[in-house]
């Protein structure tokens, strides 16, 4: 059975940094691609980062040079060093695999503010 859990999230003023983790199970942590997503207030959940099995890395536009996505296949874990916060990166966070078809965490809370 496949499980992920975020953890990490928190309220931290704009500027400041967090830094998220994901613990998945039941998987072969090591082959697959694994994402970030995150859903802001009202809005649709998007897309943030990706690592591949292979160790690449890609980001959207607007995390881009702020946020780092890493993995630790030995513990299963992929994180997400998120640096230079905006109140606009307030989102619950999610982490994301595709196994057939699509497994979610349950989510952590980031906010934003001063």
């Known amino acids: 059975q496949v499980q992920l859990a975020e953890s990490g999230g928190g309220l931290v003023q704009p500027g400041g940094s967090l830094r998220l983790s994901c613990v998945a199970s039941?998987?072969?942590?090591?082959?697959?691609?694994m994402k970030w997503y995150r859903q802001p207030p009202g809005k649709e959940r998007e897309w943030v980062a990706t690592?591949?099995?292979?160790?690449?890395?890609n980001y959207a536009d607007s995390v881009k040079g702020r946020f780092t996505i890493s993995r630790d296949n030995a513990k299963n874990t992929m994180y997400l060093q998120m640096n230079s916060l905006k109140p606009e990166d307030t989102a619950v966070y999610y982490c994301?695999?595709?196994?057939?078809?699509?497994?979610w965490g349950q989510g952590t809370q980031a906010t934003v503010s001063s």
């Open positions: 690592t591949t099995r292979d160790g690449m890395t």
């Open positions: 994301y695999v595709r196994l057939g078809r699509d497994y």
């Open positions: 039941g998987i072969i942590f090591n082959l697959n691609t």
